[in-house]
């Protein structure tokens, strides 16, 4: 009887389980605090994140990376992974981040163009580098980057080291820099802004736990956390 009981005990105990979200370098902070609320509502989870450049990423699932959920900073990027019914979480929006105190003077968008400033911007194919192009075009104006990153922490590092004079990054990241940098708003980024779309990533062995880590992003607190990092939600 002693055997049966511990055996049964053992038999109602959950097994530990990994969840795997592939998200957008943006959602680094934001996500961050969500992956450890979501752990504490589900015990034994564990969240495991991959961030990157959304097009890197969704080349990443579409090539079988092991993944449940997916984060893009772009419906574009999204469609890529293949995976299905993506829903709009927020948006997000361009500032020129600038080392502190500025020392290049940007006051404006135009100001990139000027060859005697060392500007960074994303990969075209990456959603910031993307944005920056539509923004650019906006405005009229032609930068000839010094780099090109594939996601825009990248290209946010290379202001804070003092290897350029200004970058095109989402305002998110500059308040993540909390400091390090400075950011300046400027009108163009309007016709640029990104929706961020989440989604299932198809033949997820967790498929429960990846809808309510997705009604997590899309609840009240979620919503909380990510106007706090500075986005827009949804």
């Not at 080349?59 to 893009?72: E, L, N, R």
């Not at 361009?94 to 911007?121: F, Q, R, S, T």
Request: proline letters at 6%.
């Amino acid at each position: 009887m002693v055997l049966l009981a511990a055996a049964g005990c053992a038999g109602g105990k959950k097994e530990p389980e990994t969840l795997t979200v592939f998200a957008a370098a943006s959602l680094t902070e934001s996500f961050g605090t969500l992956g450890k609320e979501f752990e504490k509502s589900h015990p034994g989870v564990t969240v495991k994140f991959n961030f990157g450049g959304s097009s890197t990423l969704a080349q990443q699932i579409v090539q079988g990376a092991p993944a449940d959920v997916f984060a893009a900073a772009s419906p574009a990027t999204m469609k890529q992974s293949g995976a299905p019914s993506p829903r709009i979480f927020a948006r997000n929006r361009l500032e020129i981040a600038v080392p502190k105190g500025n020392p290049a003077h940007v006051a404006a968008l135009k100001d990139l163009a000027n060859p005697a400033i060392k500007v960074a911007l994303c990969a075209e194919q990456v959603p910031c580098g993307a944005a920056a192009v539509k923004a650019l075009a906006a405005g009229g104006v032609t930068v000839k980057p010094v780099t090109q990153e594939q996601d825009v922490k990248a290209a946010l590092a290379k202001v804070r080291l003092g290897e350029v004079d200004a970058a095109l990054v989402y305002r998110t990241d500059v308040k993540a820099a909390v400091g390090a940098v400075e950011g300046i708003e400027f009108p163009e980024a309007d016709k640029a802004i990104n929706d961020y779309p989440i989604a299932t990533v198809p033949k997820t062995a967790h498929l429960v736990l990846t809808r309510e880590f997705i009604d997590l992003v899309l609840s009240d607190q979620g919503r909380r956390v990510l106007a706090d990092a500075g986005f827009t939600p949804v």
